[in-house]
């Protein structure tokens, strides 16, 4: 017998609006689109924000068979779980059967969420006409409260605490159990107790954590979100075993974001930080949750051999210290200094040289140039390139 598997993807972790500073670029700026595959194959997409635009563009059919209907949760209608439908090339393909559930807004009323379809894409908001969406699509209001199956999967769905409502959602796969809160703040005794129903024992618990504790307490009051610390605290009293932090504020940099995981960390063993291009296992033997970053993050690799001296923490939480070979390296950019002065935003072709097991190996890069200023020696340009390939 073959051991279940669910995998979980995330394509879209940023809060509110999303983000191309490039110092929110490693945990990425999309908004808020998750995809889990339970072990029958059920493909499930949970909010259908800025990311969902990647995941339309990375759109195969699993055996490259027909594809299966899909079943798409959208927690609430605010800009940032809405804006990616548009742009989800899988809605324009005849073939594609999708299930989308949310509930009825009291502002929307009936067919609340096939009206955000129709009113996203009207005139003069979207250049494409709805008869376009050539796609199947069905769609069904959840109540929270409301259980059903999807295949082997069963899906609860419960009110969280934010303006105009929110649902979270918990999927219980033969793989495990993973429980997607965001959007949510605590302090309401009803909708406390939601939150903790949802993520009752479950192997991964996504919840809100846009603001520091000291701002939910604050400046952000009200504001219908959650922090680290209150996402520790339910995992904590309901068992949850891995803890990822979700929905980061679009001005958290990513050193605040390492900075919030790191605290988190501190009180709670298994805690991960979304990060775009994530993606965890459920149900794998051995380890029972496993998160890998594929390469999608990872820039320009060049092989090089420089001595090094790493410094950092063990699994185990020990400090540790040892002296190796560093093999590979990433190069984002450089700043040369030239004689000549190349024209801005114009290629150099760099070669540069670089100590080799057999002796000096050169390594050629072609740098776009981003910018140009006076260099310390005289008669020489600072030059600042980004390398390109
Ligand atoms: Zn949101
Ligand atoms: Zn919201």
């Not at 548009?86 to 609340?112: A, H, I, M, T």
């Not at 890998?292 to 699994?315: D, I, N």
Request: hydrophobic share 35%; glycine share 10%.
């Amino acid at each position: 017998m073959t051991v279940p598997i669910a995998k979980l993807s995330f394509w879209g972790v940023r809060g509110s609006t999303p983000t191309v500073d490039p110092a929110t670029w490693r945990y990425g700026g999309n908004t808020p689109c998750l995809e889990l595959i339970a072990p029958d194959g059920t493909q499930f997409i949970l909010d259908c924000g800025t990311g969902l635009r990647m995941l339309g563009s990375r759109w195969a059919a699993p055996n490259g068979g027909k594809v299966p209907e899909t079943h798409i949760l959208v927690t609430h209608y605010h800009w940032d779980h809405i804006q990616g439908i548009p742009f989800f090339s899988p809605l324009y393909v005849e073939n594609n059967e999708f299930q989308f559930y949310s509930f009825r807004s009291k502002f929307l009323g009936r067919d609340s969420l096939k009206q955000v379809f129709e009113a996203q894409m009207a005139l003069p908001y979207f250049p494409v006409d709805m008869s376009a969406m050539s796609a199947k699509r069905k769609f069904r209001e959840v109540d929270g409260g409301d259980s059903f199956t999807v295949g082997e999967n069963k899906i609860t769905a419960r009110w969280l605490n934010h303006p105009q409502g929110c649902l979270g959602f918990r999927i219980e796969t033969p793989a495990g159990t993973v429980a997607y809160a965001t959007d949510n703040e605590p302090g309401d005794a009803k909708l406390d107790e939601n939150l903790r129903e949802l993520a009752a024992g479950a192997d991964i618990f996504i919840n809100d954590a846009q603001f520091t504790p000291e701002q939910l307490e604050t400046t952000r009051k009200g504001w219908g979100h959650s922090s680290w610390l209150e996402g520790v605290k339910v995992a904590r009293h309901t068992g949850a075993k891995t803890l990822v932090l979700f929905h980061h504020d679009p001005d958290s940099t990513d050193r605040m974001v390492d900075s919030i995981l790191r605290q988190a960390r501190e009180e709670f063993d298994s805690v991960f930080a979304a990060s775009e291009g994530m993606v965890i296992t459920l149900g794998a033997p051995g380890d029972k949750v496993q998160a890998h970053m594929p390469g999608t993050r990872t820039t320009l690799r060049r092989e090089a051999q420089f001595h090094a001296k790493v410094c950092g923490v063990t699994e185990g939480g020990k400090d540790f210290e040892e002296e190796t070979m560093v093999r590979d390296i990433s190069l984002q950019g450089a700043l040369i200094s030239l004689k000549h002065l190349p024209r801005l935003q114009s290629e150099l072709q760099v070669t540069m040289e670089a100590p080799g097991a057999d002796g000096v190996q050169s390594m050629n890069l072609r740098g776009y140039v981003v910018r140009i200023d006076a260099g310390p020696e005289k008669g020489h340009v600072a030059v600042g390139v980004v390398f390109t390939d």
